[in-house]
């Protein structure tokens, strides 16, 4: 069977999760016969379903995604590539490696298994695609390899489309690596670095580039030399007779045909050569590169054997002007005496026919490109300068003269070549495929509960909880919000005994920091406070705002004291008006919240009714207008907090016995929820990627701790509406979050001190320990707790 890319979906699925292979649910058994208070008054309809969280069994053996060009496509990405698959199946055959080639724009090459997709060069929606299959696939490790011209837009920037939509950890070979890159190139680059859990380079000039110009991490790269084939030494005159070249002595050059290749040098340089040894034959092997012929033909061919007829060389040229497939390749480096590189550029990260020739037991006589200087290092090769004919020519006579250090020559290479064989090359990479890829996660619910406050302590002052920390220790340059002491505040009230006598002290502090927010003057929350307690605004976000209210009528129903509960209802009251003109859903949405807390200690506050009621009625048109047949939400693009909303809309329909209000919020929940669950069933977030994509299917990284606490209260308003036991699995889902069950398979926190890192990134966890992260982790917490209670203690 063949694939084309035209085989592809038109466009890349964009909403609904891929496909998941068959599950285990997570282990809760709450009680069978739980009430379901909201079911019996709503109207007919049919509920959301969705599925049970589950993940995959364990697996011993890896799944790869591997892309890049592949045979029969015609360049020397695609012949690396295919050697790649051909020696990791030879050495692991265990293993499973999907490839996913990349076409030209053309699409016209007929590929075959073991090509599972193909990608087309100029084809958005192809690159898409390409990352839903590997996400559906349940791939343990995707495997790049990346050379800018390989793939469409600026500097080859829609493999960005593929890279940012899967969640697996990512390995880059990166087969360019420029000194001096160009803007687009330097964005393209860095983006490639952000995602990677390692980058592969096969010369030391690579590494130090990726460092020194682009930034990446030293221990995010990788070494390992271009793989080479595995063959005798000393088959040169077998090899000469089978290509007609008996008692010629045999240089030779292969590639793509393009001026970088200086092949101009090396044909000035036949007369001094031949005048020392006439039977000389210069091989020149290779098809013009398909971008230069698109160009300008064959003109560039046709210069060069116009010089060597000025030259008087041209019966001591041998033209190969073919693609020649690797083994013939491999047979006619064999038939060589020097293997000759002129290459024009310094910049040249690796050859591969560089990497052959040594490999084959070939002296090599090459300008000092980056991947040379290092591979003929030790006096396994010569180097001659750029551009210079007249060195070259007196290095290759001087060999040529001297059998004796010439075979020499070739032994060393053949020596040098064996620690780079196929197979050394498999086990590297499978040692480093191994190294970042991660367990999926087990099926289990996450019991451990914060033992600790110390990590909340380390971040709170007299004035408050500090915004951020540099991984455990506390930021002051950025100062507090309103946002983080609002949620600190709610807290307080929810957090055990153990707590004390901290939670006392800490609840008057952060009352105190969301009472000086207030700003009488605008009716307005301000939010930034800097670390010297001066305000950095009049006027907060809505969504600040809105936070504000939420912890306001959250006390005023939770508070631990009657003075708390008085003094959050009086500011409740005073600055409720303010979020009356609110445009933000979400800041709707936690206003709504506040206002429902209210209504359950005083049912009779007319203005928080209208919050909630008016509210509700707002995201319900926010649905309307944003609604498509397979987008049933508020807005028109995902962003963060995203369960508040169907969150708010369903315990605004409890509180005002409004059932499609309850129904909207259920079917939104449900949808944001499914969206939510990888491919191995755990919870995935929402990844901040996302935001500001219209329409899209959201991105995996990077995950913050605020979406699972979000999710999990979601879930509980949802199981208060319909006693429906799903929504207990997904709660106990999003809580195993924390606790490795997600795409890296790290634990997020510490129940020791109650502290909580920064969410998980492309390359793993973010190790920095803000009050956001901490915050929803201990509000998670409590909020998992309150649900069980519900329905009977939890069973692992």
Not at 748 to 755: H, K, N
Request: hydrophobic fraction near 45%.
């Amino acid at each position: 069977m063949t694939l084309l890319a035209n085989d592809l979906p038109a466009s890349a699925p964009r909403l609904h999760p891929p496909s998941r292979p068959g599950r285990t649910p997570f282990y809760y058994d709450p009680e069978p016969d739980l009430q379901m208070p909201v079911l019996a008054m709503l109207p007919a309809m049919v509920l959301p379903r969705f599925s049970e969280p589950q993940v995959e069994p364990y697996r011993a053996a890896h799944r790869i995604a591997l892309i890049g060009g592949f045979t029969p496509r015609r360049c020397g990405i695609a012949t690396f590539t295919a050697d790649i698959h051909t020696s990791i199946m030879a050495g692991f055959p265990d293993a499973t490696v999907d490839v996913y080639a990349m076409a030209p724009s053309t699409n016209d090459i007929a590929f075959a298994a073991p090509v599972c997709g193909v990608i087309v060069q100029s084809d958005a929606a192809s690159f898409v695609a390409a990352a839903a299959a590997i996400e559906a696939s349940c791939a343990d490790v995707v495997w790049l390899q990346h050379e800018f011209g390989l793939f469409g837009g600026h500097a080859g920037d829609m493999v960005l489309e593929t890279i940012d939509r899967i969640a697996a950890p990512l390995i880059v070979t990166l087969h360019t690596v420029m000194p001096d890159p160009d803007p687009d190139q330097m964005r393209v680059m860095r983006r490639l670095i952000e995602r990677a859990s390692k980058l592969i380079v096969m010369s030391q000039r690579a590494a130090d580039l990726l460092e020194d110009v682009f930034g990446a991490d030293r221990d995010q790269i990788v070494l390992i030399p271009h793989g080479v084939p595995d063959r005798p030494f000393g088959r040169t005159a077998q090899f000469k007779a089978e290509f007609g070249f008996v008692e010629r002595q045999v240089l030779m050059t292969f590639g793509l045909l393009s001026p970088g290749k200086g092949i101009e040098t090396a044909i000035a340089a036949l007369p001094d050569i031949i005048a020392a040894h006439p039977d000389l034959l210069y091989c020149i092997v290779g098809a013009t590169h398909p971008n230069l012929l698109a160009c300008e033909g064959e003109a560039y061919r046709e210069r060069l054997q116009s010089l060597a007829r000025q030259l008087g060389v041209e019966d001591h040229i041998h033209w190969i002007d073919a693609f020649v497939e690797t083994d013939t390749l491999l047979d006619l480096i064999e038939a060589a005496d020097i293997y000759v590189t002129p290459y024009r550029g310094a910049n040249q990260a690796t050859s591969g026919t560089l990497s052959y020739a040594v490999a084959l037991g070939k002296a090599v006589v090459s300008t000092p490109y980056a991947h040379a200087k290092e591979l003929l290092a030790d006096d396994n090769g010569v180097l001659v300068p750029f551009n210079d004919s007249t060195t070259l020519a007196r290095e290759i006579v001087a060999l040529l003269d001297a059998p004796e250090r010439l075979l020499a020559m070739q032994a060393r290479a053949y020596q040098r070549g064996r620690t780079m064989i196929w197979s050394a090359f498999a086990e590297h990479c499978m040692d480093t495929i191994t190294l970042v890829q991660t367990d999926p996660p087990r099926p289990r619910v996450a019991t451990a509960q914060p033992n600790g406050i110390e990590g909340l302590l380390r971040i709170c002052d007299g004035t408050g909880i500090l915004q951020h920390s540099i991984f455990a220790v506390p930021d002051r340059a950025h100062g507090y919000c309103i946002d983080d002491n609002a949620r600190a505040l709610m807290l307080m009230n929810r957090i055990g005994d153990h707590a004390e006598p901290h939670r006392s002290r800490l609840t008057a502090t952060f009352a105190g920091f969301v009472q000086s927010a207030w700003n009488g003057d605008s009716g307005e929350f301000r939010n930034f406070m800097g670390y010297g307690r001066n305000w950095l605004e009049e006027v907060g976000s809505e969504d600040s705002c809105g936070r504000a209210l939420w912890a306001l009528g959250a006390t005023a129903h939770e508070g631990r004291t009657d003075s708390l509960r008085r003094w959050a209802r009086k500011l409740f009251g005073q600055t409720l008006f303010s979020a009356r003109d609110f445009g933000s859903p979400r800041a709707k949405a936690f206003a709504m919240l506040g206002a429902d807390y209210l209504l359950a200690s005083e049912g009779g506050d007319e203005m928080a009714q209208a919050i909630l009621g008016d509210g509700a009625e707002f995201l319900l048109s926010c649905i309307a207008a944003s609604r498509r047949t397979d987008w049933p939400w508020f807005e028109s693009v995902l962003a963060y907090d995203n369960c508040r909303m169907p969150e708010a809309l369903i315990r605004a329909g409890l509180r005002l016995d409004r059932p499609d209000f309850v129904a909207s919020g259920l079917e939104t929940l449900a949808w944001i929820m499914d969206l939510q669950i990888s491919s191995t069933g755990s919870f995935r977030p929402v990844g901040s990627d996302s935001f500001g994509h219209e329409y899209a299917a959201p991105r995996p990284f990077d995950q913050q701790p605020v979406e699972a606490w979000a999710a999990i209260d979601g879930a509980s308003a949802a199981f208060d509406a319909t006693g429906d036991r799903r929504w207990i699995a997904e709660a106990e889902r999003a809580y195993a979050w924390f606790h490795g069950a997600n795409d890296r398979g790290v634990v997020v926190v510490d129940p020791l001190t109650g502290s909580c890192h920064d969410g998980i990134n492309p390359r793993g966890l973010n190790l920095n320990e803000g009050a956001e992260s901490v915050l929803a982790w201990q509000l998670a917490s409590c909020a998992i707790a309150r649900l069980r209670a519900k329905v009977g203690p939890v069973r692992g």
